[in-house]
């Protein structure tokens, strides 16, 4: 399944409840029907005030041409599509979000870890936008991630669900990955992860901070957008025996 991401940032004009008003009663209904779209959940934050990014909008395609023709490729902020829909989702775009300020990351989504059977709506998710190490590539970055931090890192106290997106095109990908890890209580994963305001954390104990002693073994941490937020889900149509 492959996964269109992107970090929203609210036009200054705009108060957060007045972005979430608009995302959600004028934009949604739109970018819900976009041609090709057959997931669609949002992210809203645990904390606005101290929240690197005003939500996250994620949405799902069974094809990578299908993304890519809806929502663009890797390379660029902005986009240009030509399907009815998404156009329309484009130009109101411009409404109320700050387009230059919205990373975004085209990916391949790896489900690691799944206790919930796919039923995210309401959980709390911690998403780690990573960035690897100077002098790390992107292959020897994916190796070290995915062979040596993700078992200890499915294994997080609290941790119900632990996904990963792979950028589908790396070379021209804002982030080198996101680190997705749900929860199904808002302590449990502050106490993992730490909260709202900072890059960095400090695990109390257990596997949290064994997964955070080997953050320093292949990320830049200055460099690596989090986010805290509860999951909505808005649109599924995908079957559950595809993992959702």
Sequence with gaps: ?????????RQSALSHDEFVDHWQ??????????????????VLPTDP???????????????LDELHEALGSE?????????EVAAKARQDVDNFLDVQRRPRLIGEERVVKDEVDGDTD????????????????????LDHWQNTHTPIAKEIEGVVRYCQVVPTD?????????????FDDLDKLYDA?????????EAKGGKAAEARADVDNFLAIADRPRFIGR????????????GY
């Excluded at 009663?25 to 949002?42: L, M």
């Excluded at 101290?50 to 395609?61: I, M, P, R, S, V």
């Excluded at 992860?193 to 954390?201: F, K, P, Q, T, V």
Aim: aromatic share 12%; glycine share 8%.
């Design 1 to 9: 399944m492959y996964k269109h991401i992107a970090l929203l940032v």
């Design 75 to 83: 390379g660029s902020r902005d986009y240009d599509p030509t399907k």
């Design 25 to 42: 009663t004028t934009h949604t209904p739109i970018a819900k029907d976009i041609e090709g779209v057959v997931r669609y959940q949002q």
């Design 193 to 201: 992860l730490g909260s709202e305001g900072s890059r960095d954390y």
């Design 122 to 141: 309401g959980l709390y998710k911690h998403s780690a936008f990573l960035v690897r190490k100077d002098g790390m590539t992107h292959e020897e970055f």
């Design 170 to 182: 790396p070379e021209h990908a804002e982030f080198d990955g996101v680190a997705e890890l749900y």
């Design 49 to 63: 005030e101290h929240a690197e990014f005003d939500g996250l909008a994620e949405l799902y395609f069974e094809t």
């Design 231 to 242: 999951e909505r889900l808005v649109k599924n149509t995908i079957a559950t025996h595809d």
